[in-house]
Structures are given as structure tokens and as C-alpha cells.
């Protein structure tokens, strides 16, 4: 019974973390289908707020491969609703009106629904929660820091240019905000570089390390030239905004890639691991339960041999003769007439009858 209570807490821990680590590699997946959706609604803004009603290109296609990706994932993950109303709020992005202060705001609420469904989606994939320090650290970056990063970067150079172009009024109004976004922008990528610091300090990936190094000096570069174009003290430089953009789309498609796939290496890893856990502990379940039978069934037989008592031998001369037989006439079993005055016992009473 001990043997048994260990070997079913053992194949059940296995069988949790095989379990988690699935559910874990959903949320890689669905959150791999985000990062075009963040970086394509950033790109939706900035055009809507240059007069452009249609929606890029790239939005279409993020929204098409979120769709896909929520078909198949998005009922265990338990974020289906949540797609479905964002969804309809990205579909009513180009009918916005009432200037760019509105087109903005309405961008803005989108925004804010597609980072919490990157929350929604690292909390029900357990990827929040996960145990080990080198993907907790890249869970956190690819799905908090680096998409408000991205947010708050396309809030920032937007702003910047609204609040060069608006009137005392809506100076008033737009430039705390604009503050408070350069703000965002520094600590977001600040995080950000901690987690992946973090987490190239604790791993076991070999690739970790010299990937990311490139990624994210990539994006910092980007970071620091579309704050200069910014410029939170001046006026801004549209054309250095725009490079900046540039720069910044193929960066953060680049790190969020490198993020992902090292995520889903180590995932890999942990799998083929718990894969071996499982044959352990089921070899070790197998070698219990032989040693439990054993157990059991060698006494028994032992037992069964004792009370089947000595197999019957023949008689040896001067052996006791008190329990044996005597036939008909004074003749022994074997046929043969006893001799007068055997010492035997039995011999002595058959001889003082016939006297």
C-alpha cells in the first residue's frame, strides 16, 4: 500500500505538469498570433489619424489569423468572448468620427481590450504561473512589457504630433497624456529589458542568450529614435517619427519571434523530460507491484508445502512398526509371514495370543 500511495502521487504530479505544459504551449501559440494584431492596430491609428479611413492591410490579416487561432484555442483558454468584443470594436474602427481627438480615443479603447487579452490569455494558459524562472521571465516580457511597449510607443508619436497641431484648448488636454505616455514608453522597455535579462541569467536554452542580444538591441535603437522624433520637449519630427516606425515593426516582429520560439524550445524540452518521468515511474509502479505479489504469494506456497507434510518412504530395519498394518492370517501388507519371536512390538502381542 505505500508503494501504491507513492507510485499514484508520483504518476499524478507527472501527469499534472504534462497537462499544464500543454495547456502552456496554447497560450505560446495564441500569443504568437497577438503580436501581428498589436503591431497592425498601431499601424491603423497613425493612419487613421492622417485621414486615412481604410484600415491597412496588415489589420486584416492580423484579425484573420487571431480568428483562426481562437477557433481552435480560444474555448480552453476562455477567451472567446473576449475576442468576439474586440473583434467587433476593430470592425468599427474606420466608421469613428468627431475628429482626431474621437479617432484617437476610439483606438485607444481597442488598445486597451487587446492587452488585457493578452492578460486573459497568459493567465488561462497558466503561463503566469509557471514554475520555472527562464520562461516565467518570458511569458512576462512577450506578454505584458513588450506589447505595452509597442501601445504605448504608437500613443506617444501620435500624440506628439497631435499636440503640435491642436490649439490651446486641447494642448491642455492632450499634453498630460503625452507625458504620461513617454513615461510608459521608458518603463515599459525598462521591464522589459529586466525580464529578458532575467531570464537569459536563468536557463537552460544555449540559444537564449546570443538571440535576444540582437532583438533587443534592435529595439532599443528603435525606441531611442522615435523618441528623439518625438521630441517630448519640442516640436516633433514627422519624418524621424516615421523611420523610427519603421525600424520598430521589423524589430518587435524580431524579438517577439525570438521570445516565442525560445518559449516553445523550452516547453519542448520540459515535455521530453516529463516523457521520461512517466516511463520511470511506471517501470518503478511495475517493480513494486512484482515485489508486492511476490510478497503475497511466496508465503502462501510455502504454507500449502507444509501442510502437505513428508512424502511416505520405505521401512528400514529397526524402524517402529506401531502404526502399520497386519492382513488377514498374520500377513503383512507386503505378503510375507512375520517370523516367530521378531522383537517387534507388534510381533510380541501376536505371539502371546497364539500362546
Same mark, same amino acid.
Given at each position: 500500500m505505500p508503494a501504491g500511495?507513492?507510485?499514484?502521487?508520483?504518476?499524478g504530479?507527472v501527469s499534472d505538469?504534462?497537462?499544464?505544459?500543454?495547456?502552456?504551449?496554447?497560450g505560446?501559440?495564441y500569443?504568437t498570433?497577438?503580436?501581428?494584431?498589436?503591431?497592425?492596430?498601431?499601424?491603423?491609428?497613425?493612419?487613421a489619424? @492622417? %485621414?486615412?479611413?481604410t484600415?491597412?492591410s496588415? =489589420?486584416?490579416? /492580423?484579425?484573420?489569423g487571431?480568428? +483562426? *487561432?481562437d477557433q481552435?484555442?480560444?474555448?480552453e483558454?476562455?477567451?472567446r468572448d473576449?475576442? @468576439? %468584443?474586440?473583434?467587433q470594436r476593430?470592425d468599427? =474602427?474606420?466608421? /469613428?468620427?468627431g475628429?482626431?481627438? +474621437? *479617432?484617437?480615443?476610439?483606438?485607444?479603447?481597442v488598445?486597451d481590450l487587446?492587452?488585457?487579452?493578452y492578460?486573459a490569455?497568459r493567465?488561462?494558459?497558466? =503561463?503566469?504561473?509557471?514554475p520555472?524562472n527562464?520562461?516565467?521571465h518570458?511569458?512576462?516580457?512577450v506578454a505584458?512589457?513588450?506589447?505595452?511597449?509597442?501601445?504605448q510607443?504608437?500613443?506617444?508619436?501620435?500624440?506628439?504630433?497631435?499636440v503640435?497641431?491642436?490649439d490651446?484648448q486641447q494642448?491642455?488636454?492632450l499634453?498630460?497624456?503625452?507625458?504620461?505616455a513617454?513615461?510608459?514608453v521608458n518603463?515599459?522597455?525598462?521591464?522589459?529589458?529586466d525580464n529578458l535579462q532575467?531570464?537569459?541569467?536563468?536557463t537552460s536554452?544555449?540559444?537564449?542568450?546570443g538571440?535576444?542580444v540582437?532583438?533587443l538591441d534592435a529595439?532599443?535603437?528603435g525606441?531611442e529614435?522615435?523618441?528623439?522624433?518625438?521630441n517630448p520637449?519640442?516640436?516633433?519630427?514627422a519624418?524621424?517619427i516615421?523611420?523610427?516606425?519603421?525600424?520598430?515593426?521589423?524589430?518587435?516582429g524580431n524579438l517577439?519571434?525570438?521570445t516565442?520560439r525560445?518559449?516553445?524550445?523550452?516547453?519542448?524540452?520540459r515535455?521530453?523530460?516529463?516523457g521520461?518521468?512517466?516511463?520511470?515511474?511506471?517501470?518503478?509502479?511495475i517493480?513494486a507491484?512484482l515485489?508486492?505479489l511476490a510478497?503475497?504469494?511466496?508465503?502462501?506456497?510455502?504454507?500449502?508445502?507444509?501442510a502437505a507434510?513428508?512424502?511416505?518412504s520405505a521401512?528400514?530395519?529397526g524402524?517402529?512398526t506401531?502404526?502399520m498394518?497386519?492382513?488377514p492370517?498374520g500377513?503383512e501388507p507386503?505378503g510375507?509371514?512375520?517370523?516367530?519371536g521378531d522383537?517387534?512390538p507388534?510381533?510380541?502381542?501376536?505371539?502371546g495370543?497364539?500362546?
Amino acid at each position: 500500500m505505500p508503494a501504491g500511495i507513492l507510485f499514484a502521487r508520483a504518476w499524478g504530479d507527472v501527469s499534472d505538469r504534462k497537462e499544464s505544459t500543454r495547456l502552456e504551449q496554447k497560450g505560446v501559440e495564441y500569443l504568437t498570433a497577438l503580436g501581428p494584431l498589436v503591431s497592425a492596430l498601431t499601424e491603423a491609428q497613425s493612419s487613421a489619424l @492622417s %485621414g486615412v479611413a481604410t484600415p491597412p492591410s496588415s =489589420l486584416t490579416s /492580423a484579425v484573420a489569423g487571431v480568428s +483562426a *487561432v481562437d477557433q481552435r484555442l480560444g474555448a480552453e483558454l476562455r477567451t472567446r468572448d473576449r475576442w @468576439s %468584443g474586440l473583434k467587433q470594436r476593430i470592425d468599427l =474602427l474606420p466608421k /469613428a468620427t468627431g475628429g482626431p481627438l +474621437a *479617432v484617437y480615443q476610439a483606438h485607444v479603447e481597442v488598445a486597451d481590450l487587446t492587452l488585457a487579452l493578452y492578460d486573459a490569455v497568459r493567465n488561462n494558459s497558466e =503561463l503566469a504561473r509557471d514554475p520555472d524562472n527562464d520562461i516565467s521571465h518570458l511569458q512576462q516580457a512577450v506578454a505584458d512589457d513588450l506589447p505595452a511597449a509597442v501601445v504605448q510607443m504608437s500613443r506617444m508619436s501620435d500624440l506628439s504630433q497631435l499636440v503640435a497641431k491642436a490649439d490651446a484648448q486641447q494642448r491642455a488636454q492632450l499634453g498630460p497624456q503625452f507625458g504620461a505616455a513617454v513615461v510608459e514608453v521608458n518603463t515599459s522597455v525598462n521591464d522589459l529589458t529586466d525580464n529578458l535579462q532575467a531570464a537569459v541569467d536563468d536557463t537552460s536554452s544555449p540559444t537564449l542568450s546570443g538571440n535576444l542580444v540582437s532583438g533587443l538591441d534592435a529595439f532599443r535603437r528603435g525606441v531611442e529614435l522615435l523618441t528623439r522624433g518625438a521630441n517630448p520637449t519640442g516640436a516633433p519630427n514627422a519624418s524621424t517619427i516615421a523611420t523610427a516606425q519603421t525600424r520598430l515593426q521589423v524589430s518587435l516582429g524580431n524579438l517577439a519571434g525570438i521570445t516565442t520560439r525560445e518559449m516553445t524550445r523550452l516547453l519542448d524540452d520540459r515535455l521530453d523530460s516529463l516523457g521520461y518521468r512517466t516511463l520511470e515511474t511506471l517501470a518503478a509502479g511495475i517493480a513494486a507491484l512484482l515485489l508486492a505479489l511476490a510478497a503475497i504469494i511466496l508465503p502462501l506456497t510455502g504454507r500449502r508445502r507444509g501442510a502437505a507434510g513428508p512424502s511416505p518412504s520405505a521401512r528400514t530395519p529397526g524402524e517402529s512398526t506401531r502404526d502399520m498394518t497386519v492382513g488377514p492370517g498374520g500377513v503383512e501388507p507386503g505378503g510375507q509371514m512375520p517370523a516367530y519371536g521378531d522383537a517387534t512390538p507388534t510381533r510380541r502381542e501376536r505371539s502371546g495370543a497364539l500362546r
